[in-house]
């Protein structure tokens, strides 16, 4: 928790922006700032509450979107034999997991056998992807082998994958609103370990906004960014007239996210989203070439989704997508 005379400079600084962005729901991450509430802090995905919040985000529009964009990409990627492996960093509940292994029957029938590799820090959520994965290989026409690895991505190392491919050979890295979870240093010592797998193909799917370390804790840029970015997530997110129920998940998801953001500092800081372009640098440097994105990624994408071309409160930012995606395959090889 901030030291009271940062609270108050940051609650001056918010006011300014709140009032501009129409950001009222931040308002009572702000209250339990001033009064420093302790309780109220409590870990993002640590709680209930928040996976209850996130599995109503994981069916709105903007993760449908983000599913189906992986989708088309992987309609565009030269198909694998007869077996998939895939690693997926931050599987949650296995949603995005198990929507891959339902298209592939429809899309690549010679894959007979998938291996799925699910990375996930909180135990609670790799209990609930277990859960799926097993009901998954009771229901798939696939024969269908997973493994859990219970740690953060940034802890990996080369080793901690390799020994897990039963085929000797990776397809894909997926992470899905997931990588963003890490300071600079650990992002670039994730990627260059990613790297080292030598995945055919690499698929990012994130939050193009910047609460990244290289803004300084409580900064008004930050502030500025936080509020602009969740109050036009939430908006986006609720275009679709949700009951009142998801409606009040779909809050919780943003202002957990943002009050992260905004209060915590330390170890208890885990939102670290970064702009796709520094995302694309990141990745050259660790080895990766970037694949040109092609009209086809964005097929079947909800037409509400121009919604995301948002304009930002910082008119450097301008006009830009809230969401990204982004595919890489690890330079020097072919997809
Ligand atoms: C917004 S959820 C997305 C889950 C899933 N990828 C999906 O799209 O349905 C973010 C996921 O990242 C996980 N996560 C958080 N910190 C992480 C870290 N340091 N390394 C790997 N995963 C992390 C969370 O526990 C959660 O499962």
Known sequence: MLHLDQRSEALTAFRRVAAKADAHFLAPAFCDFLTGDEQAATAMYGGRAFTQYF??????????????????????????????????????????????????????????????IGVEPYDHLATIAQTQLETLTQVTTLHVTYTLV???????????????????????????????????????????????????????????????????????????????FYTHLLALICSNNPDDETAAC??????????????????????FHTTADRWKDYLL?????????????????????SQLHADRLIPAQGKRSLIFQLAATPSGGSV
């Open 55 to 116: 599995r109503a985000a994981s069916e709105s529009i903007v993760f449908r979107n983000m599913y189906q964009a992986v989708d088309n990409i992987l309609r565009t990627f030269p198909p694998p034999d007869d077996t998939f492996t895939v690693v997926d960093l931050g599987i949650g509940t296995a949603r995005q997991v198990q929507r891959i292994v339902e298209w592939i029957p429809h899309h690549w029938p010679q894959v007979r056998r998938v291996h799925i």
């Open 150 to 228: 219970r740690e953060y991505a940034q802890k990996l190392d080369t080793a901690a994958i390799v020994r897990q491919l039963p085929f000797g050979r990776l397809d894909l890295v997926n992470a899905c609103a997931s990588i963003h979870h890490m300071r600079q240093g650990e992002k670039w010592h994730l990627l260059r370990v990613m790297r080292s797998w030598a995945p055919r193909l690499f698929l990012m799917s994130d939050a193009d906004s910047d609460h990244e370390s290289t803004l300084p804790d409580l900064s008004l840029e930050l502030i500025a960014n936080v509020t602009s």
């Open 250 to 271: 779909y809050r919780g998801f943003c202002f957990y996210d943002a009050r992260n953001i905004l209060m915590e500092t330390g170890e208890r800081r885990i939102e």
């Open 285 to 305: 440097e660790a080895g990766f070439a970037m694949l040109p994105p092609q009209a086809e990624w964005l097929a079947d994408i909800d037409p509400s989704m």
